[in-house]
């Protein structure tokens, strides 16, 4: 038979896991009238310092379905869907988070519109940003308008990492071995059919987000650096401006040597252009700078992550091809 694999990354979460599985069951069972595949519940504990990993323990001893991989760190969001997807046998793999707001009913559907063929991906996106903090929902589509103008990767607007795939579209993913991982960025890039289910943000079903607005400003600076590189051309073309604005300044200023003679001024000006031109070169070396240290981050080829346990008899290695 069939089998789906759920791909659900913890960190600190000891309060939302149990709720989760409850609901996985839940929905497993009842299914919305659709008979879901053969479940199997992948949690990545994302070197938690609460009792996450315990709890997951207890459950897969319980139940065969559920298997635990869990990291000697913390490796962050992107990692822990590496490794959730690598471990994944099923035929469907989903990605959820484990705080309920990517909500489990919508998987008897997505499930089914894969199975149609049509599709090889039913992909999420909230359409209103409820119960988020304004200031955030602000940055965030002011991130989003950015990264589509200057990438060619398309990201949509509130998508969510919540999806189902076809074993196709994961294996693509997988062959993605970047160690700067944006997912969001990546899902888009390997292409395939994509169909996207809106719907009303849900709000967290216990605990706390561990995005802090720096910690998300970050993030999209990293998505920006590793789907784009028009950052790199805006530095070129910024130089180029100065270069023909100097030009121009050259011309003005000898013509009016040569007609209304040579009054020697012009020292405040002369300040300001070259703190001008300083700050214009110090932000395009950072910008380069941003590239060579996320290129120096690829060479060095360290693994995504790294096992502490896991509850599989053979787990696979990162860095086993
Ligand atoms: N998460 C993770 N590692 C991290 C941070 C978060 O595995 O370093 C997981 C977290 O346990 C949750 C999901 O990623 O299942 C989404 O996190 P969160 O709900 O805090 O983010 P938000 O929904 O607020 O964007
Ligand atoms: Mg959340």
């Known amino acids: 038979m069939e089998r789906m694999s759920i791909v659900v990354p913890c960190y600190n979460e000891q309060d939302t896991v149990s709720l989760f599985y409850a609901e996985m069951n839940r929905v497993a069972e009842q299914g919305g009238g659709v008979a879901l595949p053969e479940l199997e519940l992948i949690f990545v504990d994302d070197g938690s310092s609460d009792q996450t990993a315990e709890i997951i323990r207890n459950l897969s001893k319980k139940d065969p379905r559920v298997r635990l991989l869990s990291f000697s760190r913390n490796f962050g969001k992107e990692a822990a869907i590496y490794a959730g997807l690598k471990a994944a046998t099923g035929a469907y793999v989903a990605t959820m988070d484990v705080d309920l707001q990517d909500p489990p009913d919508l998987l008897p559907a997505m499930y089914e519109t894969l199975r149609t063929g049509a599709y090889d991906c039913v992909a999420t996106r909230r359409v209103t940003r409820k119960g988020e903090p304004p200031i955030r929902s602000f940055f965030a589509r002011a991130f989003y308008r950015l990264i589509n103008r200057i990438s060619d990767t398309q990201i949509v607007d509130g998508a969510r990492d919540y999806r189902l795939m076809t074993r196709q579209m994961v ?14 960025g990546i899902f888009s890039w390997v292409g395939f059919k994509t169909k996207w289910l809106s719907y009303e943000n849900v709000e967290r079903a216990a605990g706390e987000t561990k995005w802090s607005f720096f910690k998300l400003l970050l993030y999209s600076l990293d998505g920006i650096t590793a789907f784009s590189t028009a950052p790199l051309a805006i530095a070129s073309y910024v130089g180029i401006l100065s270069c023909l604005a100097a030009l121009i300044m050259i011309v003005v200023i000898v013509v009016k040597t040569l007609v209304w003679g040579d009054p020697v001024a012009g020292y405040p000006s002369l300040v300001c252009i070259i703190m001008m ?19 120096y981050l690829e060479t060095k080829r360290r693994p995504i992550y790294i096992l502490r346990e896991f509850t599989d008899p053979q787990p696979q290695k990162e860095a086993d091809e």
């Not at 693509?172 to 160690?179: I, K, T």
């Not at 395009?284 to 240290?293: D, E, H, P, V």
């Open 171 to 184: 294996d693509a993913v997988l062959s993605m071995r970047e160690y700067n991982r944006f997912s969001k």
């Open 277 to 295: 031109l300083g700050g214009i070169q110090l932000l395009c070396i950072g910008i380069l700078g941003q590239y060579l240290a996320k290129t």
